[in-house]
Nanobody
Framework: QVQLVESGGGLVQAGGSLRLSCTASGRTFSFYAMGWFRQAPGKEREFVAR????????DYGDSVKGRFTISRDNAKNTVFLQMNSLKPEETAVYYC????????????WGSGTQVTVSS
């Protein structure tokens, strides 16, 4: 079993920054990658960023490239998402997820943290 707990969400003005954290417990030694996704009301879930657990290779959704940075602290079983220059349309629930075999399929999900960007 794996448990993922997100934190760091909140209310920020447009152009501001937030840093999300996701701490994992359980079978963390089995992780291949961790990722961040988001879902706004009435919209489909959207890929934001992902990182391989051992080598730290990163990948980003086109809409966040250059503004968001994903990183991890293996010793603390934690992945971070630094979000800069936030836009109102990025208001959503942000979810952390863990993948065991490749970074396209995520078996474990957190409950999410709300990010609200005011205009």
């Amino acid at each position: 079993q794996v448990q993922l707990v997100e934190s760091g969400g909140g209310l920020v003005q447009a152009g501001g920054s937030l840093r999300l954290s996701c701490t994992a417990s359980g079978r963390t030694f089995s992780f291949y990658a961790m990722g961040w996704f988001r879902q706004a009301p009435g919209k489909e879930r959207e890929f934001v960023a992902r990182i391989t657990w051992s080598r730290g290779i990163t990948d980003y959704g086109d809409s966040v490239k250059g503004r968001f940075t994903i990183s991890r602290d293996n010793a603390k079983n934690t992945v971070f998402l630094q979000m800069n220059s936030l836009k109102p349309e990025e208001t959503a629930v942000y979810y952390c997820a863990a993948a065991m075999h490749n970074w396209n399929t995520y078996e474990w999900w957190g409950s999410g943290t709300q990010v609200t960007v005011s205009s």
